[in-house]
């Protein structure tokens, strides 16, 4: 069982940054696959980034690839998201989900837990 809690979510303008954080418990984290998604009000959940069970591989969305860089520290029980040159379109609530995978998917039935998602507002 692996608990995941975000934090991080706010308000910027377009072109600033934020940093999200998901932070874990459970001791086997350094075991999963970790990814973060996205919802838009009216919209699908959708896949922005993931990364392997050691951080060594890491996979993006078209859309945030340049300006999104995932990244966790086993050690912490964390992954983050740095997200750089904010854009309106990346308002959403954004979720960090846990895969007992190697390879992590882009797909949200791949991942197994869930946060509560945090509120990512980009003003143009």
């Known amino acids: 069982q692996v608990q995941l809690v975000e934090s991080g979510g706010g308000l910027v303008q377009a072109g600033g940054s934020l940093r999200l954080s998901c932070a874990a418990s459970g001791r086997t984290f350094s075991s999963y696959a970790m990814g973060w998604f996205r919802q838009a009000p009216g919209k699908e959940r959708e896949f922005v980034a993931a990364?392997?069970?050691?951080?060594?591989?890491?996979y993006y969305a078209d859309s945030v690839k340049g300006r999104f860089t995932i990244s966790r520290d086993n050690a912490k029980n964390t992954v983050s998201l740095q997200m750089n040159s904010l854009k309106p379109e990346d308002t959403a609530v954004y979720y960090c989900a846990a895969a007992n995978v190697v390879v992590p998917s882009t797909g949200l039935r791949e991942y197994d837990f869930w946060g509560q998602g945090t509120q990512v507002t980009v003003s143009s």
């Open positions: 990364t392997n069970w050691s951080g060594g591989s890491t």
